[in-house]
């Protein structure tokens, strides 16, 4: 446990050494530097000034944050904000911890969709990450975010205070889209909807299944794609002409899932792999 009069450099190693029992050498340094920066001491402080003796109140708060990953809570929801193209946005138990491979999504969007495009919508917002990201990236377009869960709404509206960006946020059951004025067009639709299957649970970290929301994580195992079905049944109603679709998916069911966006009557559908080599999106256009 850290002292009052610890040093920045003693509380780095600290950090460091608490960290190194749980994550990787790279995930730890990752950490640290996301610690330090959120108790107002940037890591260039550190090692600008590593004898310089921080209030006393940052070490208590330090030995909080310690116990609290020791108990496998993630860091985004103990930090209470995680970073998604270069955006600050706040998390808690009601959405989850945006990923490298939606952040990485949301990179092909802006690379390979026209600054003209003027009406985007996210379908299962959560804390509105991909909604924020794309109006930053598309200024001129007018963005929607949508989600069945008032808390996620909540966090998601908040997040776009903080980031002064303006979306549309809304209340939508996906699964019952009817409730949906039929008459809005979009040309852009983006979704990361929940896609792992239950029977994966047992092989996942207490880290994500012990904290993360899962209703916005997990679909049944006897019909994994009911969620892109769902997408692709939105898109025929609310999809304008020439419009395009990205969805995150499971890479054990790329042509299953492109399949669903072909038998209604997509044009071009294009698995894309992640940077692990992974089969983990679907592009397609009307």
């Not at 920045?8 to 610690?35: A, C, G, M, V, W």
């Not at 402080?45 to 209030?55: H, S």
């Not at 990923?99 to 009406?119: D, G, W």
Request: net charge negative; charged share 25%.
């Amino acid at each position: 446990m850290l002292q009052n009069r610890a040093t920045l450099k003693q509380i780095r190693f600290h950090l460091l050494s608490e960290l190194r029992q749980i994550y990787t050498e790279n995930e730890s340094d990752s950490i640290t530097r996301l610690i330090l920066e959120h108790t107002g001491y940037p890591l260039s402080d550190t090692l600008r000034d590593p004898d310089q003796i921080p209030v006393p109140s940052v070490a208590a708060q330090i030995n909080e944050i310690v116990a609290d990953i020791h108990t496998g809570k993630p860091i985004q929801y103990i930090l209470g904000q995680t970073h998604f193209c270069d955006l600050k946005i706040g998390v808690d138990k009601n959405v989850l911890i945006p990923r490298p491979e939606t952040e990485e999504m949301v990179e092909h969007i802006k690379a390979m969709t026209p600054q003209s495009i003027h009406r985007i919508i996210d379908l299962g917002t959560g804390s509105g990450c991909i909604a924020l990201a794309l109006k930053r990236y598309f200024p001129d377009a007018e963005v929607w975010g949508v989600d069945i869960s008032e808390q996620a709404l909540s966090a998601a509206g908040e997040n776009g205070r903080k980031n002064n960006l303006h979306v549309n946020w809304g209340e939508m059951d996906l699964l019952n889209e009817h409730s949906t004025d039929r008459a809005q067009r979009f040309n852009l639709v983006v979704s990361n909807p929940p896609y792992v299957m239950n029977s994966e649970r047992e092989i996942m970290a207490n880290n994500v299944t012990g904290f993360e929301p899962a209703s916005a994580l997990f679909v049944e195992d006897n019909d994994p794609l009911i969620f892109f079905r769902a997408i692709a049944s939105f898109c025929n109603i609310h999809l304008a002409d020439n419009g395009e679709v990205w969805v995150e998916i499971n890479e054990q069911f790329g042509k299953e899932t492109a399949g669903i966006f072909k038998k209604e009557g997509f044009s071009r559908v294009r698995i894309l792999r992640d940077i692990h080599e992974k089969e983990r999106y679907i592009n397609a256009r009307r």
